[in-house]
Nanobody
Framework: QVQLVESGGGLVQPGGSLRLSCVAS????????MAWYRQAPGKQRELVAN???????NYADSVKGRFTISRDNAKKTVYLQMNSLKPEETAVYYC????????????WGQGTQVTVSS
């Protein structure tokens, strides 16, 4: 069983910054990819950014240049540095990992609320 624990969400003013963290625990053999998604009220969940083996990254167009995803393999942790936040980015942010335990699995975190408001 793999568990994901997210932290770092909260209330921030427009233009502010937050750093999200997600720690994976369990009997993980290989981490293929780690990602952050978000879901705003009344909207579908969307990919924000992901990071794969070799530190290859991919970002949603709306966050390019403002958000940075990174990972610490030894700590089994993925981070999302979010700068210049906008009110429309208020959402629940979810961590997602693609791992090999006994076979390939995808796990989701419980989500952390990010509210951008003055």
């Amino acid at each position: 069983q793999v568990q994901l624990v997210e932290s770092g969400g909260g209330l921030v003013q427009p233009g502010g910054s937050l750093r999200l963290s997600c720690v994976a625990s369990g009997n993980i053999f290989v981490i293929n990819a780690m990602a952050w998604y978000r879901q705003a009220p009344g909207k579908q969940r969307e990919l924000v950014a992901n990071i794969r083996s070799g530190d290859n990254t991919n970002y949603a167009d709306s966050v390019k240049g403002r958000f940075t995803i990174s990972r610490d393999n030894a700590k089994k942790t993925v981070y999302l540095q979010m700068n210049s936040l906008k009110p429309e980015e208020t959402a629940v942010y979810y961590c997602n990992v693609d791992v090999i335990v006994t076979k390939r699995y995808v796990y989701w975190g419980q989500g952390t609320q990010v509210t951008v408001s003055s």
